[in-house]
């Protein structure tokens, strides 16, 4: 794990200038639970948690939290590039919560998202595009941890329809992540529940 920081509860609200426990709660977008998944800090996590944090606030500014941004025209790096262009990028990251922080930055903490999916966090939350949680994942043990929690690796929601799988190919993710997949026997043709071939053999041919 990397850990980014470990914080006393005084030093986290004074850093991300909370005037108290109970704004850092209150607060819209990036609230305590947000600030200490994307810190790492997984005992600060729990004892957020143990604070009565609520784990499901919207982050409509989610660019603020320095997330992964993908441009539309990219740079041809991990993660980047996927087509979408910053207002796709806003659109869809309008609704993430801390549990989807921790997914799409597995590669920092995998024991935040434990920690979270341990706490009564969703493993088959979907965003208002019908995105599921596991097409954000970064690493392999991101995607087989929320499948051990009965994420559903075929699901599919409205209104885009898109599989977790779709959305790792539109992210460019990891090889690992689709070795992962198709071991978990992620469909590689399923489309709005049809079988139907997809442009995604170039992301998967070589595994």
């Not at 493993?123 to 929320?146: F, K, M, Q, Y």
């Not at 499948?147 to 075929?154: F, G, M, Y």
């Amino acid at each position: 794990m990397q850990v980014l920081h470990t914080w006393s509860l005084e030093e986290f609200l004074s850093y991300f200038r909370f005037s108290s426990l109970e704004e850092s709660f209150r607060r819209k977008g990036m609230g305590a639970m947000a600030c200490a998944v994307l810190s790492a800090d997984v005992s600060l996590v729990r004892h957020l948690v143990a604070l009565k944090a609520p784990l499901d606030v919207p982050l409509p500014a989610i660019v603020e939290a320095g997330a992964k941004v993908s441009t539309a025209s990219g740079s041809g790096g991990r993660g980047e590039g996927f087509g979408l262009g910053m207002r796709g990028y806003s659109i869809e990251r309008r609704d993430w919560t801390p549990l989807h922080l921790a997914t799409a930055h597995s590669s920092n903490s995998i024991e935040s998202l434990a920690a979270l999916l341990e706490l009564r966090g969703d493993p088959n939350a979907s965003n208002r595009l019908g995105h599921p949680l596991l097409g954000i994942c970064d690493t392999a043990e991101a995607v087989e941890l929320l499948v051990e929690k009965r994420a559903d690796v075929n699901k599919l929601s409205p209104p885009t329809m898109a599989s977790p799988l779709v959305l790792a190919c539109l992210r460019c993710a990891p090889p690992e992540v689709f070795e992962s997949f198709i071991k978990l026997k992620a469909d590689v043709n399923l489309v709005q529940g049809q079988r139907e071939e997809l442009g995604m053999w170039q992301h998967v041919e070589e595994l």
